[in-house]
């Protein structure tokens, strides 16, 4: 139930660690460049390697001979044929093993890149992971301000009524509360963020093209926004 969820506020990373490793590693689009490039490279090495070997070819070859003054007459020909071998043998081989080298050399560079790809988005992951849950307890901690100023913004109405406070009191107590507001709502947008950004380095966030209908309800996990509380009735100092 979405209004329950906003009523609660952001209740945590959707997808826990473990899993949004698994996720990033299968989906991230860099990473799965990073594979291909290391796959390209291995290819590479095997034509490299290949070249290298000895090479045996089978030659065959054949005509038809027809008579000089008849060259249409096909009824009086000779049919000759031949078929051979021919044997390359690895003797001299020299760019074809620099060739072969290059290519290890260049499989052992993209094998790098990409596991410093894999490290790479795990560190994403992880570090979105925790600034989703800073957000998230920075938003409970602006809540219980927001609540504890409301409350001081009706003690003090309540003692301004009471003359036990004055005007100043509590304009002070109403800014207090504006400041608290301004900040839930800050928190809010930190989270909204951290979430988004979570996603994002999982590689499962959804980009809308600007024909695409938008979702009527925000995902499932966002908070609701903070809202007022009632000001309090000041009497009229005379």
Do not use: C, H
Request: proline share 8%; hydrophobic share 35%; no cysteine.
């Amino acid at each position: 139930d979405l209004e329950a969820v906003f009523e609660k506020g952001p209740q945590g990373p959707p997808i826990p660690m473990g899993e949004a490793q698994a996720l990033a590693n299968e989906r991230r689009l860099d990473l799965k460049n990073s594979f291909g490039r290391e796959q390209d490279a291995r290819r590479k090495v095997e034509v490299a390697r290949n070249a290298l070997l000895a090479q045996l070819d089978l030659v065959a070859g054949g005509g038809v001979t027809t008579p000089p003054r008849r060259p249409f007459d096909f009824d009086d020909v000779e049919l000759r044929g031949d078929v051979g071998l021919l044997l390359d043998l690895p003797l001299e081989r020299t760019l074809e093993r620099n060739v072969y080298v290059e290519r290890i050399v260049a499989s052992l560079r993209a094998k790098r890149a990409r596991e410093r790809t894999e490290d790479q988005v795990d560190r994403e992951v992880r570090t979105a992971y925790r600034r989703l849950l800073e957000t998230q307890r920075s938003y409970e901690i602006q809540k219980v301000s927001v609540e504890l100023a409301e409350r001081r913004v009706e003690s003090t109405g309540l003692l301004l009524q009471q003359g036990g406070a004055t005007i100043r009191d509590r304009l002070e107590a109403e800014d207090a509360r504006t400041n608290a507001r301004n900040l839930l709502t800050n928190a809010v947008v930190d989270y909204a963020i951290a979430y988004l950004a979570y996603e994002r380095d999982i590689g499962v966030i959804k980009v809308f093209e600007p024909d695409d209908e938008l979702p009527p309800e925000p995902p499932v996990g966002f908070p609701a926004p903070p809202q007022p509380a009632p000001d309090v009735v000041v009497p009229d100092a005379g």
